[in-house]
């Protein structure tokens, strides 16, 4: 995969805000880290060190736009859109899982 120049630009802003040299080697780590493949195998990344069995829930799915879909219909979604804000408005924070069945 072909690295944007904009994500090179990013790291340096931030290995700057944090004092750090960029380095081509650590460059290269943290491309690699952030990665779909890679974090959907990171234990840490995919709740898997958390006791989580990834073969019965996937944590991270397909890493695509609108995968959603595959999950929930039109109407479930703006339902849970709705308990969302409602949720958001008072100040409260929303967790959930989906699990297969």
Do not use: H
């Not at 958390?50 to 944590?59: A, E, Q």
């Not at 339902?79 to 069945?101: F, M, P, S, Y």
């Amino acid at each position: 995969a072909v690295v944007s120049t904009q994500s090179t630009g990013e790291l340096k802003k931030i290995a700057e805000f944090l004092g750090m040299e960029l380095t081509e080697e650590l460059k290269e780590r943290v491309l690699d880290e952030g990665k779909f493949e890679t974090m959907q195998k990171n234990p840490v990344v995919n709740k898997s060190s958390r006791g989580i069995d990834v073969k019965k829930t996937r944590f991270i799915r397909k890493g695509k736009v609108g995968g959603w879909r595959d999950y929930l219909t039109e109407e479930q979604s703006t339902e849970l859109d709705k308990a969302i804000k409602k949720v958001q408005a008072v100040g409260g924070r929303v967790r959930c899982t989906l699990e297969n069945n």
